[in-house]
């Protein structure tokens, strides 16, 4: 068994704000993240694979497809988007890095798993100080 | 002469999109940046000043006032706001990264120079691959 | 269960020599770390936290928070210290990468589990070739 | 049980090509790592050690003795080489990351545990965008 | 006058090493960048481009159009090549760090003017340790 | 005229605090720098040389001659040892980065102009959010 981890970045606005809140408890609870104007960042996202390696080609997966699925099931709808207004797999959701990272891996769970080895880890960076991991 | 540079980050929100041009010709011009939702990134600023070193400190400024002079007149208007809507000295200007570093010099010029020592270079980095510098 | 990770940086001066030994023994084992007037690093220190999604937050825990109870417990006191003669968790101990992440585990986890989630791992960072992580 | 990581880093030449395959066929699975006058990068290396701390010194392994097992064992065989034709660990086979990673941890496991503590895992970047982790 | 970079990324391999010296004279000279089997690198590459601010765009240049001189005339010649046997404007060159920049150089001059601004700087990356700036 | 640059790293222990005034007014003046005890820095050096690139090597100069001046005349000095109490050049003045910086370039200007080169630039580096560039 052996992890390869691919780095992909993009950048999106957001907020942090319940409609069904005020104001002022949306800024109470989410502080500046709840301008009503939006902010964003540059989002950092490393997608971890496990498996076998093949000993045909030396690899557990071939990085170019793996980084095709992520383009397509990720990047092409977040990037350079509101990740409120205009991600089909976010409407309704809190933009929290911890909800956006467990929905990356609901986007990214089966066509990685059809390439013949297993999602392991989503891990996000909202900024250089904070970052989120999930692994299923 | 010596030249002292304080680096900070903010987050914000912007698009690039003239209100005198169609959808399409925005997208033309300013690609997936014109995206009409907004988009937004994690700038990083470096802000440089020259100037002679005190004999008394060793210092050509104190880094505290230049870092405080930076958070007051640029960082609490531009940090999880939206470039294009919530930022005065930005109001009416396309919020491109080289109109933004020449608006944030004349936000720090004057008060930079009543330190004793003058205003060198503000760069801006809008995402890793993307940087802008200017000396006035 | 997901895990959340803030970073932190501190500066600070230290020594690796133990006084039951001649400055002789202490240069063979500690090498250069054992110069008697000190020396010092940028330390890195990254906390995770685990725990599951608040659904009204999206949040695991409040990263404003998890950075309050760090500042208070860790920063606040070794920052621009001299971690062997003014820092009280260290009293009597060798500042070594290792036991210094094990003494920051022990201000922490309290703290952390009182906000209804538990501390996963410290991870500090000497120098840029020097890390440790403790998982309690 | 605490875990600590020594980074090195080393330059080396190599592609992927089997000599059983056409160039095309090369190609078509390699990509442009199929170039057959070779391509190089930049590589860096995370040893993870994991053990008991000492009481005596605070350490769980003295860094320098493992630098000094990572030089000796691997540094020294790869550090401006060819991976294909120089290194006699990695003879006969691909010199994927996956594979690459997998050969370090034969040459470094048996000389870390005769330090008395044990070699966790050997993390591998080719890339800013690619890396590898692998555990035994 | 704003000065505005594009950041880009190779990897390749090469080698130190002129033919009518003898092994042991490059070895002398070029150190272990002499290994005739080659080694790698990968290299960051800054290109920054100065010029006056567009009003209509806010641009000094389209930084879409200067990443697309770049790929074409380098980056499309040298990723995942050989310096020495690959690519045509190094050919019968030392590929030094130095001579390679003021080649990148040339390759750029023309078709960067020819978008109405001008070509500053060169900056060219071997290593973390290694780095080389030209002006022209 | 070509510009090469070499990064170096050292340790050090240091405090901003003059004999002649009181703790409160060094406090006042030099804030948590000031700590009696001592703190300590990772700091980054860049040195960069200018000259003409030899046509026989390729090269302004040998970067492993440029790295053993550095060396010699910088970090056997500096590297794990206390800025006020340890390094010869440093006696009687103030460590700022500023004073440091200059010299450092004291220290470098005459081996390297031996070289065949000048010193351009000493940077210096002191924590990730300040850094001082000194052009003699």
Redesign the interface.
């Known amino acids: 068994?052996?992890?390869?981890?691919?780095?992909?970045?993009f950048?999106?606005?957001?907020k942090?704000s319940?409609p069904d809140w005020s104001l002022e408890k949306n800024l109470e609870?989410?502080?500046?993240?709840s301008?009503p104007?939006?902010?964003?960042?540059?989002y950092t996202l490393w997608i971890?694979v496990k498996g076998e390696?093949n000993p045909?080609?030396?690899?557990?997966a071939?990085?170019?497809e793996v980084?095709n699925i992520i383009r397509v099931n990720v990047l092409d709808k977040v990037?350079?988007?509101?990740l409120d207004?205009?991600v089909d797999f976010m409407k309704g959701?809190?933009?929290?890095?911890?909800?956006l990272?467990?929905e990356i891996w609901k986007q990214l769970q089966q066509p990685i798993n059809a390439l013949g080895c297993s999602l392991h880890c989503v891990k996000l960076q909202e900024?250089?100080?904070?970052?989120?991991?999930?692994?299923g």
């Open positions: 068994m052996i992890y390869i981890t691919r780095k992909e970045t950048c999106a606005a957001h942090l319940r609870i989410f502080g500046k993240c301008n104007n939006w902010h964003g960042h540059n971890t390696v045909e080609t030396g690899f557990v071939n990085l170019a980084s990037d350079h988007r509101n207004l205009d959701k809190l933009s929290s890095t911890e909800v990272a467990m900024t250089e100080k904070n970052s989120v991991e999930y692994f």
